[in-house]
């Protein structure tokens, strides 16, 4: 006979549905699986047969064949080896068929038939409810994931003979129940701007990048609080909706890095890879291809510390996510989407020695040095990073002061009104933020008077700005306007926006 056991495997961060078919019949002793089984999947029959002896049941000397259909599709990882290992004893009548229930069933076995936890548990459960499935056997480690999913009964599981109890009717299956509610708990973060000391300015630019979703590059010497700073801009990033937080958490659910006793990620994501980083692992791939950092900033901030140290090529992958919000990876016979939406921190010296500009210690570097230390971040990548902001050291009267600066809640306070705004602004057009505005929008949405104009062509002409540095500027003076709550752009905003596009200046030595 044939047992027909639902599992499910995972593409990109979804996933679909998987038939586990199994037909034993008579012949030789011999165990095979087909529909594309890779790797993990392929090892299966040596953990399905020798936890099946070990739970006391008896494993079939027959011909067994495992299909996992749909056939075409490859299929990956351990968490066939339970569905397997049901499929077989049904398929033996250990476990009596039960046509009436439709439940999905993962999980890994280990040699004593233990069930242990698997990655992607969050996409499947969301399948599963989709699909209409009465509920999902689960191990017990992954319960917390699956059960963000509203009205899906989640059973978890600790051994194959537990499972084997239940649906032989013999055990009773307990749904788990967490007492997440759909609500986040409230925001705390052990950081806080009011940590940084001084810094106003930074502060503010922040603030500005934070309010209209602009990338930023902080340039400064060594010590001068870049990474500090840096690490705080999520604590005044808005709340993550429930669907933000579930796109993020597919992520790393299918990475199997969700914090232990976590179902759902809460907060935006901080993520800081090193300058070593391959191409694959910034933007995902490998021959099982698999998210990289920038899908682990869905939503959430991607931080490049020292961006002059990271290989061109491994920026150059940078465009394609800064440009859509999702990566594509292109595999010989086929391709598969990550989410990658991101704000980019960036920080940077002002040249390879660290001090040029600074008051403190004197730059040894050459005019040529600094400027082939500053190209070396492309320019379509410098392109797509709006405001620049000088961090000067820190004076020791700012840092001995006693006082907290501005906190996170006070900024994240003042910049609601902004958002606000844009939402209304971008209603109904396939944009949300003023980052993400376009020359027609910028038309549109950033005329400015006379006044301004004039302030703009003198700084234009007086500090060597290039071209693209003009639309850049109207993009922030407009951000800036937004959260001062004014609709009209006006010269004071101008003149703040021009200030953040120190890149932009002639490198005068
Ligand atoms: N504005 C500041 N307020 C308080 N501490 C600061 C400030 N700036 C720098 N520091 C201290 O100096 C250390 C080095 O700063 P860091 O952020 O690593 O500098 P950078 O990344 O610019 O080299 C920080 O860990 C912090 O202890
Ligand atoms: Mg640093």
Known sequence: MIARVLSSAVIGIDAYIVEVEVDISQGLPAFSTVGLPEGAVRESKERVRTSIKNS???????????????????????????????????????????????????????????????????????????????????????AMEAV???????????????????????????????????????REMEIDF???KGQDNVKRAMEIAAAGNHNIIMIGPPGAGKTMLAKRIHTILPDLSFEEALETSKVYS??????????????????????TVSDAGLIGGGQNPKPGEVSLAHNGVLFLDEIPEFKKNVLEVLRQPMEEGYVTITRANSSVTYPANFMLVAAMNPCPCGYFGSKKRDCHCSYTQIQ?????????????????????????????AKGDGKSSKEILQNLKKAREIQKDRFKGLKIHNNANMTGRHIKKFCEIDNDSDRLLETAMEKLGLS????????????TIADVDGSEKISADHVAEAIQYRSLDRKVLK
């Open 467 to 478: 071209a693209r540095a003009h639309s850049r500027i109207l993009k922030i003076a407009r």
């Open 194 to 196: 009011s940590d940084v």
């Open 148 to 186: 963000v999913v509203k009205g899906l009964n989640v059973y978890p599981v600790n051994t194959l003979s537990q499972l084997v109890g239940i649906l032989s009717g013999e055990k009773n299956a307990t749904p788990f129940i967490s007492n997440f509610n759909g609500l986040f708990e409230n």
């Open 372 to 400: 082939r230390y500053r190209t070396k971040v492309s320019g379509p990548l410098m392109d797509r990073i709006d405001i620049h902001m000088d961090v000067p050291a820190v004076e020791y009267k700012d840092l001995s």
């Open 56 to 142: 006391g049941y008896h494993f079939p000397s027959d011909r067994i064949t495992v299909n996992l259909a749909p056939a075409d599709t490859k299929k990956e990882g351990t968490a066939f080896d339970l569905p397997m290992a049901i499929g077989i004893l049904t398929a033996t009548n250990v476990i009596p068929e039960n046509p009436g229930k439709k439940y999905l069933i993962m999980g890994e076995l280990s040699l004593d038939g233990l069930i242990r936890p698997v990655k992607g548990v969050l996409p499947v459960a969301v399948t599963a409810k989709e699909s209409g499935l009465d509920g999902i056997f689960l191990p017990v480690e992954n």
């Open 254 to 275: 299918v990475m199997g890095l969700m914090p232990e006793g976590k179902g759902l990620i809460t907060t935006r994501p901080f993520r800081a890879p090193h300058h």
